[in-house]
């Protein structure tokens, strides 16, 4: 299963496990971040497009660490002029490890084995005391 999503003005295609490295986020190390803006989820069945984004679809990842990229020099130069200017940048990122893709059908069948798995001691506690 995988999901598209949309942060920071990009769109990342993430799985389950994934680490992602995603513009400075206000986060801080070892919390939860929960992305909304899923536009595209697919699993080996179905694949489901949003307009623009799909509602109650929700990617759950834990901010490993914040960091700043490598540097990249930015060079200006006019001709004939003695103009030279050298800038550095660097730019601030924030690693994401992806931890779950929450779809509706997965909420529903959650919801579904939690029911039955808590039905199913109890029918079996009053089986054997009919035994007994």
Do not use: W
């Amino acid at each position: 299963m995988y999901a598209i999503i949309e942060s920071c003005g990009r769109q990342y295609k993430v799985t389950k496990g994934d680490v992602v490295f995603f513009e400075k986020l206000d986060v801080e190390e070892g919390k939860k971040v929960t992305f909304d803006n899923v536009v595209l989820v697919s699993d080996d069945k179905k694949v489901e497009v949003g307009t623009p984004y799909i509602k109650d679809v929700k990617v759950e990842g834990k901010v490993v660490s914040h960091g700043k990229g490598k540097k990249i020099l930015v060079y200006k130069y006019k001709a004939k002029k003695n103009y030279r200017r050298t800038q550095g940048h660097r730019q601030p990122y924030t690693k994401v490890e992806i931890t779950n893709i929450k779809t509706a059908s997965a909420k529903a069948e959650d919801k579904a084995e939690t029911k039955t798995a808590s039905a199913k001691p109890a029918t079996k506690k009053a089986d054997t005391a009919k035994k007994d």
